[in-house]
């Protein structure tokens, strides 16, 4: 076995063994996700006296039993998790802490809870930030979700700009539970937190690179090329990459040349692991298939996956021919000999396995039938299948009665009780 063949192989059994345990690997992900957004959560430490029995449970050891409930709930209870512990990391400044709380919970209602997949988004590129990958979320998102997903993305840029400058205003007085001193202190919180909205706008600049990033490598992967998925992740990192690099120069930010460039290149390694065990395919066996039927013409490209078993086979997918080309078989086709019924059935296999690949349903006996001869099946044919259960074109056909000579309508549906098939319908005379 080669190597590539070896790489290929071990893939294959990562790939069984996930889609085995795929439920308890995606609950160790979410753990692992809980356990790095409460650790960043808890270095804010600037909770009240009264609520540290609260802020407790979000610290050591008690922090493994959190996250085990935030991988168990559901995406806008998680969230809801989240807002709390920062409601009670923050609350040594009341004021502030309750228009925090509040912001979040208005995300959770008119975002997080209409989008539980997309929202996960916002979690990445905060993640991403923090470990210096952010490069990866915009690349990600258009690679496995819809243009939609700039959304989430402009979000999570938002928060992590925006959030230095909250924690700028707990230096700010608080009134505590002294409500009597509350509207000489909300004033200032407020205009502290309009003031942060609009002192820098380099986040803007950004989360423009992030979405333009999403656009081009939603655009490219959905090209109907070869490797387009491969260009998209290069294109996109790149584009990412060079955008930031002038936003970098024209906003004055702290971000790096080099730390772009090192930093772009190890999102680019990430994706291509990332796309390479979801999807492996075969490009030097593509093809293009054209078929039709009575509603449709189908034109459809195909690429065969990458398969390689232990005794380092390829699993081979038969070309599809084209509906049309089965008439060609007509002249040949000899009802009385089942041997050569049986191979012709066999030749045009692939059309009916193509068919159901594209509408979603078989090739009755009467379509294939037709599709190999070019015409129905006999009426005695029909009859027999029917006595068999069977089911004709359209649920609906005609065979000859033995004992009064007539043509029977025979129903869609037919009941074989034994050997006895009951049908029910009209009689007309010939």
Same mark, same amino acid.
């Given at each position: ?8 192989? &071990? ?38 006296? %009264? ?6 449970? *979000? ?45 979040? &919970?208005?995300?959770?209602? *008119? ?17 991403? !930030? ?5 490069? &990866? ?5 258009? #690679? ?15 928060? @992590? ?5 909250? #924690? ?34 380099? @986040?803007? *600049? ?5 979405? #333009? ?77 054209? !078929? ?51 191979? %012709? ?86």
């Amino acid at each position: 076995m080669s190597a590539i063949e070896t790489i290929f192989y &071990i893939r294959a059994i990562l790939i069984n063994i996930y889609k085995r345990y795929e439920t308890v690997f995606n609950f160790l992900f979410r753990f692992l996700v809980g356990m790095s957004l409460f650790g960043i959560i808890n270095k804010i430490g600037m909770q009240r006296e %009264e609520l540290e029995f609260v802020g407790a449970y *979000f610290t050591g050891t008690k922090l493994i039993l959190v996250s085990f409930v935030f991988a168990l709930l559901p995406s806008t209870a998680s969230f809801a998790l989240m807002a709390v512990s920062i409601f009670v990391q923050l609350s040594s400044h009341l004021e502030l802490s309750i228009f925090v709380f509040l912001g979040l &919970i208005c995300l959770i209602l *008119f975002y997080i809870r209409m989008a539980p997949k997309e929202c996960w988004l916002i979690v990445f590129t905060v993640l991403g !930030f923090y470990y210096n990958v952010p490069y &990866i979320a915009p690349v990600f998102a258009g #690679m496995y979700f819809s243009l939609t997903a700039a959304i989430p993305i402009i979000i999570g840029v938002f928060l @992590w700009d925006y959030a230095p400058r909250v #924690m700028d205003l707990m230096a700010l007085e608080s009134a505590g539970l002294d409500f009597m001193k509350l509207p000489s202190t909300v004033g200032p919180v407020i205009e502290g937190l309009l003031n942060g909205l609009t002192a820098n706008y380099s @986040w803007v *600049f950004v989360a423009f690179v992030f979405s #333009m990033t999403i656009l081009i490598v939603y655009v490219v992967s959905h090209l109907s090329m070869d490797y387009a998925k491969i260009y998209a992740i290069l294109f996109g990192s790149l584009l990412c990459m060079i955008g930031l690099f002038l936003v970098s120069t024209i906003a004055d930010l702290s971000m790096g040349g080099a730390s772009i460039f090192i930093y772009s290149a190890l999102s680019v390694a990430l994706m291509f692991i990332i796309h390479f065990f979801d999807l492996a395919l075969d490009y030097k066996r593509a093809q293009r298939v054209e !078929f039709s039927d009575d509603d449709n013409y189908y034109y459809v490209k195909v690429i065969p996956k990458l398969i390689v078993t232990e005794a380092r086979q390829r699993k081979r997918v038969k070309p599809a021919k084209n509906i049309k080309n089965a008439e060609y078989f007509s002249d040949e086709y000899d009802y009385g000999d089942k041997g050569e019924r049986s191979a %012709e059935r066999k030749r045009v296999s692939s059309d009916t396995e193509t068919r159901r690949a594209v509408t979603g349903r078989r090739m009755s006996d009467t379509e294939t039938r037709r599709a190999v001869t070019g015409r129905r099946m006999p009426d005695t044919e029909t009859r027999s299948h029917y006595a068999r259960g069977g089911r004709g074109e359209a649920g609906v056909d005609y065979a000859d009665d033995d004992i009064s000579g007539t043509r029977v309508r025979v129903s869609e549906r037919t009941r074989d009780a034994g050997r006895e098939t009951s049908r029910r319908g009209t009689y007309d005379d010939e």
